[in-house]
Each structure stands twice: as structure tokens, then as C-alpha cells.
């Protein structure tokens, strides 16, 4: 492998900025989540199974109610 000393400095830039704060809005969730400024209760495994982050269990307690612990 042939490596060489770079003349210029690297320059890093985001290329995907949040439009706003509000979470259901289009991407903002995916991108405040990726900025950092979000974070998730759960996330999916390569076998499809949630694995806590910020919530330890959600438990469906309705059609359209949850409780998250």
C-alpha cells in the first residue's frame, strides 16, 4: 500500500442539516438522532429483536397506548 502526506488539510462537512426541532417533522427525528441532540428508546438488532437504549421495556396497554419503563 502506498501512502503519501497530504498538501491540504481535510475538510469535514455535514451534508444533512436538521430543518428544525420538532421530532415528527419529516427527517428531523432520524437527523437529531444522528447529530446527536436526540437519542433512541430502543433500536433493532441484525436479527429484528429491540435492544434498550433509554427505555429498559414498552409494553402495549391499548390500540394506541403504550407504557414505556
Request: glycine residues 12%; aromatic residues 8%.
Amino acid at each position: 500500500m502506498f501512502l503519501r502526506k497530504a498538501t491540504e488539510p481535510l475538510r469535514v462537512g455535514a451534508t444533512s442539516i436538521t430543518s428544525g426541532v420538532d421530532p415528527f417533522n419529516g427527517s428531523n427525528g432520524w437527523a437529531l438522532t444522528s447529530h446527536g441532540v436526540g437519542e433512541n428508546l430502543f433500536t433493532v438488532d441484525m436479527d429484528g429483536k429491540l435492544v434498550p437504549e433509554l427505555a429498559e421495556k414498552a409494553e402495549r396497554t391499548g390500540d394506541l397506548s403504550w407504557t414505556i419503563t
